[in-house]
DNA sequence: AAAGATTGTTGTTGACGACAACAATTGGCG
DNA sequence: CGCCAATTGTTGTCGTCAACAACAATCTTT
């Protein structure tokens, strides 16, 4: 055999110092991610982690998550929906949607009202503490989205509701 | 009791046409999502499943999801790097890179070599059928950017990879 | 050499999306 | 009218993913 690191399956190394072959470099701050950087999706995907993240500790003293968030947003804007538009709304599975709403009625933020008119349907509404309780979280969502601004800058942030308004 | 719905928890109705209390509106489209619109969470998260399907499904023929994706694009830029580094430089917790280099490693995608600077670590490399089949992902993710493009137009992409670049 | 930290691994928990099945109810159509 | 298809809420399963906790093997520090 030739002395050349034999290789038998035969390919050209990566172009990368990759030396020896088993020669583990750590730090982790010099990476390159190369091609990795320029996808859209990987941007979005670590800037989604880091928002949810915020937003989750950010109302963690009310104990609300995103989702809830949202379908007690919709609930108060729209109050009478029935589950099935609120889950179209916000492109969330019926079925999910049921434990997200046990969860908020046990909370007594949430009630479930037999329609009169389609007796297979629930029109949902917020109680009176459902409603005092909004109001609260919005105000820690806006606490939140000041977050956001300091993040990214408030120029950015706001381009950045512009360029994906169309998935509202 | 009286012909008003009853209502016993007694509150104000919530300011929009909220009516006899129980009648949901279907429809779906036009439910307005109020506060909702201007939270930049929920304009991320919505485009991040829309952005992960497409690539989910662009990517479909090789079977490779968007995590997959990063950690050989990761591996093949730099050689070498240990389960540890990879994990960190991702975002991903190390238990979860377990798994997915389980599946990367019976693909033939992937090499886990023992390190002998350090025999807890593992030096991982792109095999070469891993190499070869990193170039043709990389074709498919190309594809798959541009219909991010024609989604949201060649100067919003750019904008928000600039909007986003510190997360990367 | 002993104590503490790191690496890979296994396991558990909980949020979440995707599906499938089901009972009750409604609506369409012959 | 009566029957069949569709809709609504519900329950359940499966797979992905983040967050922890615990552990053995190994390195580092003292």
Do not use: C
């Not at 982690?49 to 937003?55: A, P, R, V």
């Not at 479930?112 to 109001?135: C, F």
């Amino acid at each position: 055999m030739t002395a050349t690191a034999s290789r038998a399956d035969g390919r050209h190394a990566p172009r990368k110092r990759a030396g020896n072959g088993a020669a583990p470099r750590d730090g982790a701050d010099d990476i390159g991610l190369d091609a990795l950087v320029g996808h859209a999706g990987y941007a979005v995907r670590r800037f989604q982690i880091w928002i949810f993240q915020d937003f989750i500790k950010t109302l963690g003293e009310v104990d609300i998550r995103p989702t809830q968030y949202s379908v007690l947003t919709v609930i108060g804007a729209n109050p009478g929906l029935s589950q099935m538009a609120v889950a179209k709304r916000l492109g969330i599975e019926r079925a999910r949607l049921v434990h997200l709403l046990d969860s908020l009625e046990q909370r007594k933020l949430v009630k479930r009202i037999k329609s009169k008119q389609d007796r297979r349907s629930h029109a949902l509404h917020l109680t009176a503490q459902g409603e005092t309780a909004l109001t609260k979280f919005k105000r820690l969502a806006a606490e939140h989205e000041r977050h956001v601004e300091a993040k990214i800058g408030k120029e950015n942030r706001a381009q950045l509701l512009r360029i994906l308004s169309g998935f509202t």
